[in-house]
């Protein structure tokens, strides 16, 4: 024994304390976690989960998913950053980086270094602001990590790096090396002060679309209406309860008026006339802006879930319809399901997209009639290759969601 002032401490426990100091990870803040994977879930009554396969399964799919995700698409980006790859160039864009952020938050519990992560994707965001807002991520940056496409924002990318915030909160508190629920609180007022409309109270297509055509359209794909409630949760501000309100009634409206057949949702919506329509050809991106595309396929995870964790109706409907058309188009084989349809059900894509059949496999969860459906999505998922970041991202969440993993604020 050596005694070190009215100490005495053993070599052997010292050794013990360097060794520890070597193998924890530079930033590690040892906050507990409050919300380990898997959280298991109550969904709302009446909803259900695959029952293929057993809970553990499922729970195995994910953290596989996960593991295959984060060796593929989440990087280092100098000292005390992290990104999401999202393209073989090594660009990202803040949608990429919103998902890295919901993924670490979440899977927090089963990755050990899940907070060392995430705090390294909001060191990031915090480097990379836009101009007009500086609370507000910059859309896309280079492999240099320069902005690249003009410094402004995309509203999707923003409303899930704040989400995820929220979620960190829960999950390690605020105490820490980052104030958390403050930076919540901090891009939550920006969303509202450049992202929303507040004379339509609809959700613009990022900071810079404050006029003419583009400061009334919105896209479906952003209607993340449990993000909505969250923010208004954290920050008592009623005036996001008016956006998730507007986004109900414009779901609503597309659906009455334009995929009363299908309950599909297109990729941009305008306001011309006093009504929500899809959007013409090329307003934005391609020609299919106004067609069930790469934006909307989203769509189904993303109402969907709001219904699994609050029990909000106002979209069952249009979800209803949705499950029992892509059922019989494909004839319940998720295989058959292709990337690119119209709103009337015309089909136009080719390819077998994940980033298209699992959103399918959440909205299956409404309803006991889609039991047998739900489990073919769950295989068909699972089972998959990798395809590319934004299909295995979209793949990797619908899977958290079905499992009965997903939780909120």
């Known amino acids: 024994m050596k005694k070190y002032g009215k100490l005495a401490v053993s070599w052997k426990t010292l050794m013990l304390f360097c060794l520890a100091l070597i193998i924890i990870p530079a930033g590690s803040s040892f906050a507990a976690v409050n919300k380990p994977f898997p959280a298991h879930t109550t969904y709302t009554s009446g909803s259900i989960k695959p029952n293929n ?3 553990a399964s499922m729970d195995n799919s994910v953290r596989t998913k996960w593991d295959q995700w984060k060796a593929a698409y989440l990087k280092p980006a100098g000292t005390g950053k992290y990104y999401v790859k999202y393209n073989s160039d090594g660009e990202t864009v803040s949608e990429a980086h919103g998902y890295g952020m919901l993924f670490t938050v979440q899977m927090a519990g089963y990755d050990s270094s899940a907070q060392t992560y995430f705090d ?43 989400f995820s915030l929220l979620l960190a909160d829960k999950q390690w508190g605020s105490s820490g090396t980052i104030n958390y629920l403050q930076a919540a609180k901090n891009i939550i007022t920006a969303i509202m002060n450049n992202e929303i409309n507040q004379t339509q109270w609809t959700i613009r297509l990022g900071d810079w679309a404050d006029s003419g ?31 998730v309100d507007k986004t109900y009634t414009i779901i609503n409206s597309l659906y009455t008026n334009y995929s009363s057949s299908t309950g599909l949702l297109p990729d941009f919506v305008v306001y011309s006339g006093g009504v929500y329509k899809p959007a013409a050809a090329d307003f934005l991106e391609d020609a299919n802006d106004g067609n069930y595309n790469y934006n909307s396929c989203r769509t189904p995870w993303r109402i969907t879930t709001d219904y699994l964790i609050t029990g909000d109706s106002r979209a069952l409907a249009q979800l209803g319809k949705l499950n029992s058309w892509i059922k019989t188009k494909v004839n319940s084989t998720p295989g058959n399901i292709k990337d690119g ?37 769950w295989s068909h998922t ?23 993993n997903w939780w909120t604020y």
Not at 213 to 239: C, E, I, V
């Open 341 to 377: 349809y119209k709103l009337n059900g015309t089909l136009f894509g080719s390819y077998n997209s994940g980033a298209f059949y699992a959103p399918f496999g959440v909205s299956a969860m409404t309803s006991s009639a889609n039991q047998s459906w739900l489990n073919s999505l």
């Open 53 to 55: 396969v057993t809970q």
């Open 382 to 404: 699972a089972s998959s290759s990798s395809e590319g970041y934004y299909e295995d991202s979209i793949k990797l969440f619908s899977l958290i969601v079905m499992s009965g």
């Open 213 to 243: 055509s583009y400061n009334t359209a919105t896209r479906p794909s952003d209607f993340m209406l449990g993000h909505l409630k969250a923010f208004q949760s954290a920050t008592g501000d009623t005036r996001w309860q008016n956006v």
């Open 120 to 162: 390294g994707l909001y060191n990031y965001y915090k480097a990379h602001p836009s101009a007009i807002n500086a609370y507000l991520m910059s859309w896309k940056q280079n492999s240099s990590f320069q902005n690249i496409e003009g410094e402004d924002s995309a509203t999707d990318g923003d409303m899930d790096i704040a």
